[in-house]
């Protein structure tokens, strides 16, 4: 693999001495300055970053079925995913090995064959060249003279947990199941079986950097001021941070439902709908918001779990898309249609209220360096921005 050629390096964004501010203590730190969320460190991200990681681009749930595929941009890698006659999900370059055309522009269904709209190089759903036609003229569809061997579709790793789909493009990342182990472990208080996914599913494109907006999603430190709804009918306390380099950013609170009389939607806990979370030992819920590095996003609640991809479209949008999952029965049963709408919708205000942040936020990032202002990050909420940060660096930083 050939990752995109970049002469940009982290030399370029970051000296040594912002290296090393970037490492201190978190109340002494200095977050990525402003030039980290423009297009040039972009461009490094999308050679550098993007290709080492297990990278979340698309759900199962988005080609269910046999033949159904489904094209993904993931930070300007053009991939496609693909069920197969086996219902495995497969993922390729979306790149015809003849002369590079793109072979899906869109979501399609029960697929035959992944046929190239130009000059109709056919391959089958697990990627082999099987048909060149009129190649070696108007009634011959072979030439002695061209060998189509070794002309499969590039094949991209790819796994699956739960619902989210991931890809590897380097493809030297550890196992799917070994690398998401610290998250399992982190949500051993969530019952995943039987979750299904509910039709309530929103997307919403963000003005701003990817990191930009993972950063403001896993601090719960703009709360009161950026969604004060979400303290109405809900108690918050045992406020933790958590994190596993590469895997999670965590936050996550205990939680007590008080008020329903009051209680904005987000903290209504409907009893028709089954739990999912199981009690801490003091018997409380914690319910949690964490980004899966880099590109996937989940909510957890009482009953229900949000699923999500973070996809960054350029280094100046994001492109959000989350589903919710309930269990069993609940997730599609139309008695419980307003009980589920009103908990999700809940969730896209408060992603929607975030979009005016981002946007003034990503706007002064391209500004604040030559300002002379940096960023700087409160230790009892924000370690884990910071560790994300670095995250990012080493991953970048061809000397670690
Ligand atoms: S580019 Fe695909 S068949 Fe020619
Ligand atoms: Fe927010």
């Not at 595929?69 to 053009?78: K, N």
């Not at 399992?184 to 979750?195: G, I, K, R, V």
């Not at 139309?334 to 919708?345: F, G, H, I, K």
Request: with cysteine; glycine share 8%.
């Amino acid at each position: 693999m050939t990752a995109f050629v970049t002469d940009v390096t982290l030399g370029a964004f970051l000296s040594a001495d912002e290296l090393a501010a970037l490492r201190r203590p978190t109340g002494e730190a200095i977050g990525l300055p402003g030039r980290a969320y423009g297009e040039k460190f972009f461009e490094l991200e999308r050679g550098k970053l993007f290709p080492k990681s297990w990278c979340a681009v698309a759900f199962g749930t988005d080609i269910p079925e046999p033949g159904d595929a489904m094209p993904v941009d993931l930070a300007g890698w053009p991939l496609m995913v693909v069920r197969g006659q086996d219902r495995r999900v497969r993922a390729f370059h979306n790149i015809c090995r003849h002369r590079a055309m793109r072979l899906i522009g869109k979501k399609c269904e029960a697929l035959g064959v992944i046929a190239c709209p130009w000059h109709s190089w056919t391959y089958d759903l697990e990627g082999r060249l099987i048909a060149t036609p009129r190649i070696g003229g108007e009634t011959k569809s072979s030439d002695s003279a061209f060998d189509t061997r070794g002309l499969d579709l590039k094949s991209v790793a790819v796994g699956e947990w739960h619902d989210l789909v991931f890809v590897n493009i380097d493809g030297k990342a550890p196992p799917l199941a070994k690398h998401m182990k610290p998250l399992d472990e982190m949500m051993a208080n969530c019952d995943f079986s039987d979750l299904r996914k509910a039709p309530e599913s929103f997307t919403l494109d963000y003005p701003g950097n990817w990191k930009v907006s993972v950063e403001g999603a896993i601090e719960d430190y703009h709360i009161p001021w950026g969604h004060p709804q979400l303290n109405k009918g809900a108690k918050r306390g045992g406020f933790a941070l958590d994190f596993a380099p590469d895997c999670f950013y965590a936050n996550s609170v205990v939680r007590e439902y008080t008020a329903p009389q009051e209680a904005d939607p987000a903290n209504l806990q409907d009893p028709r709908l089954p739990r999912i979370l199981s009690p801490d030992v003091s018997g409380k819920i914690r319910t949690l918001f964490l980004n899966v590095f880099p590109t996937g996003g989940i909510q957890s609640r009482e009953n229900f779990i949000l699923l999500g991809l973070m996809l960054p479209d350029g280094g100046a949008r994001t492109l959000l898309r989350f589903n919710a999952y309930f269990k069993g029965a609940a997730a599609t049963d139309p008695d419980l249609a307003a009980a589920r709408q009103a908990a999700t919708a809940a969730w896209r205000l408060v992603l929607e209220q975030d979009i005016d942040f981002v946007r003034a936020v990503h706007d002064n990032y391209q500004r604040r360096d030559s300002a002379g202002i940096e960023a700087h990050m409160a230790p009892f909420w924000e370690s884990n921005v910071l560790e994300f940060q670095r995250n990012v660096v080493n991953l970048l930083d061809d000397r670690t």
